[in-house]
């Protein structure tokens, strides 16, 4: 399975956010997006979710070619597209469980009760606090909570924006691992992040975002953290 | 003694009506977030729908289904035709529900025309209650007990069935429960229609009280108003907590101090919310 | 939604075109002042209407258009007003601008008190409390039997002796709304109309420019009032009577119909919407019963496809207009009301470059 | 924003141009009845040629909001009348215009400038409301049209009206002060009231409470729900239950008067003591609303379809086969305005310039045989009507009726009292009821109960 995202363009009421964004993501692939903040990552994850802002203005997202530029919001997860918001996005009314179980109405019972399953296997934590209200977790449960929610529907590419924001390192590790090991079980993935040295730890290819376009890409492995160009791009 | 007993009593039945009437509307502001100042309009609608079909076939079962289901199913259209187009904009919001409750108001009286029209209770539940130790309505009684039903059905719908989980999670981040592969227009349809139908069947619980005229819309819908906004806006306990304060406020003012009936309903609600503008049970906005 | 910016774009400074707008309104004040010649007393009292029932729904637009909320209540403090002059005038025996006095000071201390009360009010709070307050103004009106003689009403209020005609009426009404509309026109361009729309589009912003944005809401609800308050007068000097219907909430919500009919985002948008539905009606009214449905429905398509009302409409049909016709409209440029450029489609104005956060 | 420039200019323009498109025609030339039918085929063809202009008469009423259906039946028995009777009267053909007031007396007022100087009437009938009647007629004398007002008025008219006004029909006290009277001389002793808290209630009540205390009876307890068809009266319910009273006298209008029905089954109250009501509790089709526990209610009022009256009967007969429900009070009204208006241009060979003399005309005029029952008017230009105490009946086809038991005749506003005496009272208000009015017999002009 792969994403593609072609020129794509978005914006937020009149003001532009994205201009021009190209990437793929194909199974089993790790991809960064990474660039300072306000310069699209998070637009770009949400236009490819569908979500109500930014309002996709020109390009195109395909998955397999199917097109997923418009209709339902609902589409891309169903798809195959996992999506671990900026800031987790867990709801916080609802008990850890029933943030995962709630989406047995759209991937039906056996896939997630099996999608349980894999969670409580990849986060052992929270099967302990199932039926805690997720508004009381701590920021490393929350971020394994969201991540685990996007798993339950057997996403084939996942799409996570800044997980390691505001968490602390022994969390970030344990995070890291975990992506791992789904992109170790064929899962692709798209990482938006900040964290440089993160990123290219984590991924096979790395593009960065700026004012909205796409101004560089690389394969990971050949990256120098200290390259000059790259670090200004990023502002460190 | 028995003007207190039925004071009281008085006092929890009104709150019951007012409970009712205002449920589909708490539960369209709790989910949806959508002020619908149409529900008086609704509640018109389901008031005659009912009253036409007990008029014409006596069966209270059948105007229950009729009043809800037609008022659901226009709510559902109305509500997927015109309000997703606005959501997100309160402002735009509340000018749409008023303008939909004007052309509904004003439809109703070209349909139904103008006359009061009275409705009775069934008949198991005419009369008063003589096992009471003062004369009481056996409708209001079975109000109450309804009342209790529904609060407590939502309640359950609600905290503990999967269904209720969507919507919580639905009010908590829409965009979110969207992204992992729900469906949520679909979700609102159920809403939308639960809405309806409580409002349509409000229509003829209170028509039995109230009785069925042209203005009704306004005034129950300031009722609804006032209850909601009492005890926080989309809290169902709000809602309950509220219609009790009005319910039994307006029946002790009737029997204590009848000079001030017309400023009952509103002089509380505007100064709790200038203290409290979240309501009784509201979050902090 | 569009907003009227009071900085200036450079175009403003250019002094040719602020020749222009000038001449513009000259032409247009003398028009309407000459009309009441030419015309039927039936439409001389239509406009009369127009003018004071415009001022109101002008006066709620400084809610709507800059503070960003609305007020159902707002016929309550019209009718204050209304009812002070109508008491001053039979009870007391006052002179009719005497009376038209003590309302204005009566409506703005009534403001004030309920400006008190909303300024920490927000969106759907804020309108249930001016509903509140409406319903409370209006329970008064009825229920006050022996200062307001209830649901009858007062009548019998004269206007000032040096006016005798309908005419004269208009001229003064028109007078007296020409002023007003000329103070709110400042208001909206003054840095304090910036200030108040800033508590409106980003309260925040304004608290850490060291502004209080309750001071701004009690300041925009307290003019907002007055200035229904000078309606109010025109109203019972017009009519010469008041009842309790005339500040039920009923009214209170034809007048913000009247207001986003006409476009809240553009400075006479209300004004227009007053004369838009007040002129239909006399139109509609003799034909059919259903002029509430007809209102209704015209609402529901201005809500969902004029987001600026009717003024916004013909602002964008005309930019469309000088657009194809770009030299037909640069010959009539010279006259009042062509402008020489296309005009901007209304919306054009939205703050760019700071994506709004979704709402969660 | 350059679109602020012309702005100004399009909303004076719109304004003007809005007016001025109208302004061309001419109101009076090319009058379409507004009701969907036209004035031709109602006219009678054999008077339509009988020269001069039309006569124009406005009928002001309101056809939206809550009390649209009494303006409907207002116009149906209007229509009626002059389907039945032609529609030529004093030479002149008689054309008419309706107005909705919307039960707002400043929309009324602006309706009636409309129909002024737009559709040049020269008759104004109407409206319903007391308010708007009060703020109609200020209007109307300020221009000199002549005003026929036939509603249930205000009190207000009685110490204040217009001399352009001809106000035909009753005022609430002059149905509720004879019924005072019946109450207490058929035995009632200890009564108790609700009324509605406006100005309406208050005159129901008041002068029934007037005439009941001066014959020795009681008023146990007085009850105000407010005005307005939401009122729960669930606790008034209680209160009424409490006392130790012989009757309840019932003055809500209309959909209230349905909910009290209601509610007074409802708490078990049906049989416990009489229900004695007013004609605004109990027209024909608030008694169907109210349904069959309703049958024996006790009401006073000057038009019941069922009166043993030819025209009357004539009325009725051609009401219900014409619109399929039974006649009611407000097309009776309508139809008496129209013989009025007849009977004026008649008297005056159609010349209706003279407000004042128009008037005069018809408080001259007596109706011993009108649809309201035998009609005089008496010096200060009040209608004395024939005062009925009707019980509610099915009248044999499951359509409940008033069917008169007894009748007071030819009573006026100030019943049995000095008229002067009885207007230098306030009118009837919640604090003014008439309890301790007057003190001796020296306001009676007849029949004084005091000692």
Redo the contacts between chains.
């Keep these: 399975m792969r994403l593609s995202v072609t020129s794509l363009a978005a914006q937020y009421g009149q003001g532009a956010a994205l201009h021009d964004v190209s990437l793929e993501v194909a199974e089993g692939e790790v991809i960064g997006l990474i660039g300072r903040n306000g310069m699209g990552k998070t637009s770009t994850l949400r236009a490819v979710m569908r979500w109500p802002e930014p309002t996709v203005t020109a390009g195109r997202i395909t998955v397999d070619g199917t097109d997923l530029t418009r209709g339902a919001a609902h589409r891309p997860a169903r798809i195959g597209l996992g999506y671990v918001p900026q800031g987790r996005m867990i709801f916080g009314s609802l008990t850890v469980e029933e943030n995962l179980s709630v989406l047995t109405r759209a991937f039906g019972r056996a896939t997630v009760r099996a999608g349980l399953t894999r969670v409580w296997d990849l986060f052992p934590k929270l099967a302990d606090i199932r039926n805690r209200r997720a508004s009381v977790l701590s920021g490393g449960e929350q971020q394994m909570l969201a991540i685990g929610r996007a798993l339950v529907g057997q996403p084939r590419i996942l799409l996570l924006d800044e997980p390691s924001e505001g968490l602390a390192p022994s969390i970030v590790d344990e995070l890291t691992g975990a992506i791992r090991n789904l992109a170790n079980d064929g899962v692709g993935i798209l990482l938006a992040e900040q964290n440089l040295t993160l990123a290219v730890s984590l991924t096979d290819r790395l593009l960065v975002l700026e004012q909205g376009r796409v101004v560089l890409a690389r394969d990971s492995s050949g990256v120098d953290i200290n390259d000059p160009t790259l670090r200004s791009h990023l502002g460190v | 003694m ?2 207190l007993l ?2 009281v ?3 929890l ?2 709150a019951a ?1 007012l409970f009712l009437i205002a449920g589909g509307f708490t539960l369209l502001y709790g989910i949806m977030r959508l ?1 619908n100042l149409a529900h008086g309009a609704l509640y018109l609608w389901g008031a005659y729908l009912a009253a036409a079909v007990i008029s014409g076939t006596g069966n209270y079962l059948l105007a229950v289904l009729v009043a809800g289901g037609v008022v659901g199913i226009a709510t559902v259209i109305g509500g997927v035709g ?1 309000f997703a ?2 959501q ?1 904009n ?3 919001e ?3 529900t ?10 109703a ?2 349909v139904w ?6 409705v ?2 069934p008949e198991f539940l ?3 209650a ?1 096992f009471m130790p ?7 009684l079975f109000l109450m007990g309804l009342a209790l039903a529904v609060g407590f059905g939502l309640w359950y719908l609600i905290e503990r069935t ?1 269904v209720g ?2 919507l ?2 639905c ?3 829409r ?11 679909r979700l609102y349809w159920f809403v939308w229609m639960a809405g309806g139908f409580l409002a349509g069947v409000a229509g003829l619980l ?1 028509s ?9 819309d ?3 819908l ?2 609804a ?2 209850v909601v ?1 009492l005890g926080g ?1 989309g809290s169902l306990s709000g809602a309950a907590l509220g219609s009790l304060v009005v ?1 039994l406020s ?3 003012a ?2 204590y101090a ?2 001030l ?3 009952i ?3 509380p ?2 100064i709790l ?2 203290i409290r ?2 309501g009784l049970r509201g979050a902090n ?1 | 939604m569009t907003t009227l910016m009071p900085q200036l774009t450079s175009r403003w400074t250019d002094q040719t075109n602020q020749n222009r707008r000038f001449l513009a309104v000259v032409i247009t004040l003398v028009i309407v002042a000459v009309a009441p010649m030419f015309l039927q007393q039936f439409h001389v009292g239509l406009l009369t209407r127009i003018f004071f029932m415009g001022l109101l729904a002008m006066s709620l637009n400084v809610l709507v258009s800059l503070t960003r909320v609305l007020s159902l209540g707002h016929a309550g403090l019209f009718g204050v007003a209304a009812y002070v002059v109508a008491i001053g005038v039979t009870r007391w025996e006052l002179p009719f601008l005497t009376a038209a006095a003590v309302a204005l000071v009566v409506t703005g201390l009534v403001s004030m008190l309920f400006a008190v009360m909303i300024v920490r009010a927000q969106g759907v709070t804020f309108v249930m409390i001016t509903v509140a307050q409406g319903m409370l103004l209006w329970g008064a009106a009825e229920r006050w039997v022996s200062v307001t003689n209830g649901n009858n009403g007062i009548r019998g209020v004269r206007p000032p002796e040096f006016i005798q005609t309908a005419n004269d009426f208009y001229w003064a009404a028109f007078a007296v709304v020409a002023v007003s509309v000329f103070a709110l026109w400042r208001l909206h361009t003054s840095f304090l109309g910036t200030r108040l729309r800033g508590t409106g589009d980003s309260p925040t912003r304004m608290t850490s420019l060291g502004y209080s944005n309750a001071w701004h809401r009690f300041i925009a609800f307290t003019i907002a009032g007055l200035f229904a308050g000078v309606a109010g007068i025109l109203y019972v000097g017009y009519f010469g009577f008041v009842s309790p219907t005339t500040l039920h909430v009923g009214n209170s919500v034809q007048v913000a119909l009247a207001v986003i009919l006409g476009g809240s985002a553009l400075f006479l948008g209300p004004l227009l919407g007053t004369a838009v539905l007040l002129t239909a009606r006399t139109w509609v009214v003799p034909v059919t019963d259903r002029w509430n449905l007809i209102v209704g429905a015209l609402m529901i398509v201005t809500v969902l496809f004029l987001p600026n009302g009717l003024a916004g409409a013909f602002a964008s049909a005309w930019a469309k207009l000088t657009r194809r016709i770009p030299r037909l409209a640069g010959r009539r440029s010279p006259d009042q009301n062509a402008p020489s450029a296309p005009a901007e489609p209304p919306g054009s104005s939205q703050p760019s470059g700071t994506p709004e956060r979704p709402q969660h | 924003m350059r679109t602020r420039r012309w702005l100004p200019a399009v909303v004076g323009v719109v304004m003007l141009a809005a007016c001025a498109g109208e302004g061309s025609e001419d109101g009076g030339g090319q009058f379409e009845d507004d009701d969907g039918t036209s004035q031709d085929d109602q006219a009678d063809p054999g008077d339509a040629g009988e020269g001069g202009e039309p006569v124009r008469v406005g009928v002001l009423m309101p056809f939206s909001g809550p009390v649209a259906v009494s303006g409907e039946l207002f116009v149906k028995g209007w229509e009626l009348y002059w389907e039945t009777h032609g529609t030529s009267a004093g030479g002149r053909t008689v054309e008419w215009v309706t107005g909705d007031t919307q039960a707002d007396p400043s929309v009324a007022v602006e309706e009636a400038r409309r129909l002024v100087e737009q559709e040049n009437i020269d008759i104004l009938v109407g409206p319903l409301l007391g308010s708007e009647g009060l703020a109609v007629g200020e209007y109307t004398e300020s221009i000199g049209l002549p005003q026929v007002y036939g509603i249930p008025a205000s009190e207000e008219f009685l110490r204040d009206i217009p001399d352009t006004i001809f106000r035909y029909g009753i005022t609430h006290g002059q149905v509720s002060m004879p019924f005072g009277e019946w109450a207490a001389e058929q035995g009632y002793e200890r009564v108790s009231t609700i009324c509605s808290d406006y100005v309406t209630g208050w005159e129901i009540c008041g002068g029934f409470i007037n005439t009941f205390t001066d014959n020795g009876g009681e008023i146990v307890t007085q009850l105000w729900p407010p005005f307005g068809d939401t009122a729960d009266l669930g606790p008034f319910m209680a209160q009424l239950a409490e006392q130790d009273h012989d009757a309840v006298y019932l003055g809500m209008p209309v959909g209230d008067a349905v909910a009290f029905f209601r509610a007074w089954t409802d708490f078990g109250l049906l049989d416990t003591v009489p229900v004695l009501g007013h004609h605004v509790t109990s027209s024909p089709s608030i008694l169907k609303a109210m349904g069959l526990e309703a049958e024996g209610m006790i009401s006073a009022g000057v038009f019941t379809g069922t009166l043993d009256d030819p025209v009357v009967e004539d009325f009725a007969t051609r009401f219900e086969e014409a619109y399929g429900e039974p006649s009611d009070p407000d097309p009776a009204l309508a139809w008496h305005a129209g013989a009025l208006v007849r009977h004026g241009l008649e008297e005056l060979d159609g010349d209706v310039s003279d407000a004042d003399e128009f008037i005069a005309v018809l408080k001259q005029a007596e109706f011993p045989e009108s649809v309201l029952g035998p009609l005089s008017v008496d010096e200060h230009g009040n209608v004395l009507y024939d005062v009925h105490i009707r019980e509610a009946r099915d009248r044999g086809d499951g359509v409940m009726e008033n069917f008169v038991i007894d009748t007071y005749e030819q009573s006026g506003p100030n019943f049995r009292y000095d008229y002067d005496m009885y207007v230098e009272q306030p009118a009837y208000n919640r604090d003014y009821q008439g309890f301790d009015w007057p003190e001796n017999c020296d306001a009676y002009i007849s029949d004084c109960p005091l000692d």
Excluded: W
Excluded at chain 2, 98 to 107: E, G, K, N, Y
Excluded at chain 2, 175 to 185: D, E, F, H, I, T
């Design positions: 028995s003007i039925s004071s009593l008085n006092g039945s009104f009506l002020l015109l187009r606005v997100g309160e402002l735009r509340v000018l749409l008023i303008a939909v409750s004007l052309v509904l108001a004003d439809a009286l070209a025309g103008g006359h009061p029209v009275g009775q209770a005419r009369g008063a003589d003062v004369a009481f309505p056996i409708y209001r999967s989980a969507l919580r999670a009010v908590d981040n965009a979110m429960l969207a992204s992992l592969g729900v469906n949520v227009r209170g039995i009280v109230f009785g069925i005229a042209p203005g009704v306004v005034q129950i300031l009722l108003l006032v906004v806006l319910g307006y029946s002790f009737t029997v009848p000079e009936l017309y400023f309903i509103f002089g609600m505007l919310l200038v503008p979240q906005a």
